[in-house]
């Protein structure tokens, strides 16, 4: 069966570091998202891209963050400058059409900024 | 806004047990609503959705009901598994305006089943 796929499972970086978090979403969908779960705390919404380029933005995902769809199967999420704030799950998702379809999440990347 | 609130865990149950998880939601909208399962090293799965009033979703054992008046959407089974041992989480999605794509998740639930 098909799924989402994220690398790596967990990323320990340095604060003011860049970090790249890396999805291959299912390869018929359209449609793809970013969330984050800090611990403790409800899942939030960052991003979603449809046709290469963003179609909507959380007020969380500010200038540091960046999403890039570099070679057809890649979707890429960047953070440019971690802060320790930024220590949460990272989601990617897929989905063939806009809610209510079915978004396909992937098992996540544990990101702790020190 | 839109906004998810559904009860705190951790949930800790004998197997065969009733199970309730209790969501109730905040919309502008006609939202549909969702129930996702993380299990352990897993990504959230779709568990069941409704997307309408009165609506009743159901998969393995679960249902929830699209319960506008109480602006609820609790998940219930009647004789849980040890292997439905979980994270679950409760959501919702704007069907029009401009967050057309986004998902409102509660903070999820943490479900222990002993057997």
């Known amino acids: 069966e098909p799924e989402v796929t994220q690398t790596p499972s967990h990323q320990v970086t340095q604060m003011g570091q860049e970090v790249i978090l890396r999805c291959v979403p299912i390869?018929?969908?359209?449609?793809f998202y970013w969330y984050r779960q800090i611990l403790g705390q409800k899942v939030e919404f960052l991003v979603s891209?449809?046709?290469?380029?963003?179609?909507?933005k959380s007020e969380i995902f500010d200038d540091q963050f960046s999403v890039e769809r570099p070679d057809g199967s890649n979707f890429t999420l960047k953070i440019r400058s971690t802060k320790l704030e930024d220590s949460a799950m990272y989601f990617c998702?897929?989905?063939?059409?806009?809610?209510?379809?079915?978004?396909?999440f992937g098992p996540g990347t544990r990101l702790t900024v020190l | 806004g839109n906004s998810v609130t559904q009860m705190e865990g951790p949930v800790t149950l004998s197997e065969e047990a009733f199970l309730t998880i209790n969501c109730t939601y905040t919309?502008?909208?006609?939202?549909?609503l969702f129930w996702y399962v993380q299990y352990p090293g897993e990504g959230l799965q779709l568990l069941l959705k409704?997307?309408?009033?009165?609506d009743k979703g159901s998969n393995k054992g679960f249902e929830a009901t699209y319960r506008k008046e109480t602006t609820s959407f609790h998940l219930e089974k009647g004789s849980v598994q040890v292997s439905d041992s979980a994270v679950y989480f409760c959501?919702?999605?704007?069907?029009?305006?401009?967050?057309?794509?986004?998902?409102?998740f509660g903070r999820g639930t943490q479900l222990t089943v002993w057997p």
């Open positions: 998702a897929s989905s063939v059409g806009l809610a209510p379809n079915e978004q396909f």
């Open positions: 390869s018929n969908h359209l449609y």
């Open positions: 891209f449809y046709n290469n380029e963003i179609s909507e």
């Open positions: 919309a502008t909208g006609y939202p549909s």
């Open positions: 409704a997307t309408k009033a009165d």
């Open positions: 959501a919702l999605s704007d069907n029009r305006g401009s967050t057309l794509g986004r998902l409102y």
